[in-house]
């Protein structure tokens, strides 16, 4: 889920459900364009590019053997 706040403690409000796994991280590249990523330790680690709306995938989830 991800939801969005004013201040990053919360209240936290419209939760919407995603497909990101368990405790993502979100990049902001210099070009604007936005990341999450996720996995790692004895799993693959996954990358993936977002909409503009944080939550929607563009495009196809890469994995990275760590």
């Known amino acids: 889920m991800a939801a969005s706040s004013k201040t990053p403690w919360g209240p936290f409000e419209n939760p919407v459900e995603t497909k990101l796994g368990f405790d ?3 990049l902001v590249d210099d070009d604007g364009r936005v990341y999450a990523y996720w996995g790692g330790c004895a799993s693959p ?3 993936v590019e977002l909409e ?3 939550v929607t ?3 196809e989830v ?3 053997n760590v």
């Open 57 to 59: 995938f563009k495009g």
């Open 62 to 64: 890469s994995s990275v």
């Open 24 to 26: 993502p991280g979100v």
């Open 45 to 47: 680690c996954y990358i």
């Open 52 to 54: 503009d709306d944080m």
